[in-house]
């Protein structure tokens, strides 16, 4: 083997990886939305009168896999992040030992105006506003005639909100 099939198997290596992230990622997705369509059909199925324990147990529920999607979703772009920053570590330096030319952009090609990851901050923002509207169904149905469960509502939509811009910015 010499070093053109070594350099080649390494590049395959990286974009498999790349491949399988981004997989991960959406099969992540995926799952999540279907947890959240469970906790929301088996509420609204078993729910039992106001005040019911399976109210908060579903609101419990709700934080949990939305609290654990974050978190996922933060490790998954970190690797992601990872990944993309050796692959350019390492074409930069396969430049640098074969001598090959940097590869420019044309001219009349413009830098991104927005540097970060769109399909990252957008899973962030429909998780959250599906989450919030599960929660204020949830509390809504369960607590009806208690005025804190507007005001639990929407301070439970300015947290999630305020967790899911901060990973994003």
């Known amino acids: 083997m010499d070093h ?50 399976l109210g908060a147990g579903a609101v419990a529920a ?13 490790r998954t772009q970190e690797r992601l992040h990872f990944n993309a920053g050796m692959t350019r570590t390492y074409f930069r330096e396969l430049h640098n030992i074969v001598g090959a030319p940097e590869l420019n952009p044309p001219e009349d090609t413009r830098e991104p105006r927005h540097q970060r990851w769109y399909a990252y901050g957008t899973q962030i923002v429909l998780t959250s506003a599906t989450a919030i509207g599960l929660i204020i169904y949830e509390l809504q149905t369960t607590w009806p005639q208690c005025v804190g469960a507007n005001v639990l509502a929407a301070f439970s939509a300015v947290v999630l909100w305020a967790l899911a811009i901060s990973r994003w910015l």
Not at 63 to 68: D, G, R
Request: aromatic residues 18%; charged residues 20%.
């Open 4 to 53: 053109a099939d070594l350099y080649r198997l390494r590049a395959e290596d990286f974009a498999r990886r790349w491949e399988n992230h981004r997989r991960i990622e959406w099969q992540t997705n995926f799952q999540v939305y279907a947890g959240y369509a469970a906790i929301a059909v088996a509420y609204s199925y078993l729910r039992g009168g106001p005040n019911s324990a």
């Open 62 to 74: 709700t934080l949990l896999l939305y609290s654990t999607t974050l978190y996922l979703s933060r």
